[in-house]
């Protein structure tokens, strides 16, 4: 089976950087991705990982190590309208497609 | 580019009804994955179309299924509502070969009584 943890919920302030991190556990791995999602509104696709590694894209990095089944989203320059839900995606091995198995969200909050 | 639309956004139905949800995906898109989101589990998948096939399906009763047609539109339908089945329904497009990039759309919030 397929089982992804990541924390309820988050706190930080304007202007730091906060990490969230991803344990998953899958048969087979095909892929990590990071999705975010404001109340009231549709998951937007942040980044996608398959290989070990860091991906840099402007103000969020996501990292991957396939041999301990993690990711974290890295987020610098805190800005308020970062205040959301976090949600970390994997795919398996047999699946080519979009069937992604999503953990529950990590919250966060972004506070002055 | 229009982005993903989902009719109707909000749907009240009573327990033993059925319903029917309608997805447009972005235009160029042919893949077509169904999800459910609820406070309590999360989002979940239900299934995936590509080329009017259904190529996933997740951990959901016969009471969901689904279709594509030919210009890659797609439905869901849920008989017998039940109301655990109380959720946001959100669709999501994606290219062929850029499935791990999925756009969402806004979702439908159908609510059994």
């Known amino acids: 089976g397929q089982n992804i943890d990541q924390p309820t919920e988050m706190t930080a302030t304007e202007g730091a950087i906060v990490q969230i991190n991803c344990t998953y556990q899958?048969?087979?791995?095909?892929?990590l991705f990071w999705y975010q999602q404001h109340a009231g509104e549709a998951p937007t696709f942040l980044s996608y990982?398959?290989?070990?590694g860091l991906e840099e894209k402007g103000r969020f990095s996501s990292f991957l190590s396939r041999s301990k089944g993690y990711s974290y989203l890295l987020l610098k320059e805190l800005q308020m309208k970062d205040s959301a839900s976090y949600l970390c995606a994997v795919r398996d091995k047999d699946n080519q497609g979009g069937k992604l198995i999503f953990g529950q969200g990590t919250e966060l909050s972004v506070k002055p | 580019k229009a982005g993903v639309t989902q009719t109707p956004r909000y749907l009240i139905k009573t327990r033993g009804q059925q319903v029917t949800l309608s997805c447009s995906p972005i235009s160029g898109h042919r893949s077509v994955s169904w999800y459910q989101q609820t406070p309590g589990q999360g989002l979940q998948f239900l299934f995936e179309?590509?080329?009017?096939?259904?190529?996933n399906k997740g951990n959901f009763p016969g009471r969901f299924s689904g279709r594509q047609f030919s210009n890659s539109r797609s439905e869901m339908n849920v008989s017998t509502l039940e109301l655990g089945d109380s959720a946001l329904y959100l669709c999501?497009?994606?290219?062929?070969?850029?499935?791990?990039?999925?756009?969402f759309g806004p979702g439908t919030r159908l609510t059994v009584t």
């Open positions: 899958t048969s087979g791995f095909n892929g």
């Open positions: 999501a497009s994606s290219l062929s070969g850029r499935q791990y990039e999925q756009y």
């Open positions: 990982n398959v290989l070990d």
């Open positions: 179309y590509f080329s009017e096939t259904q190529r």
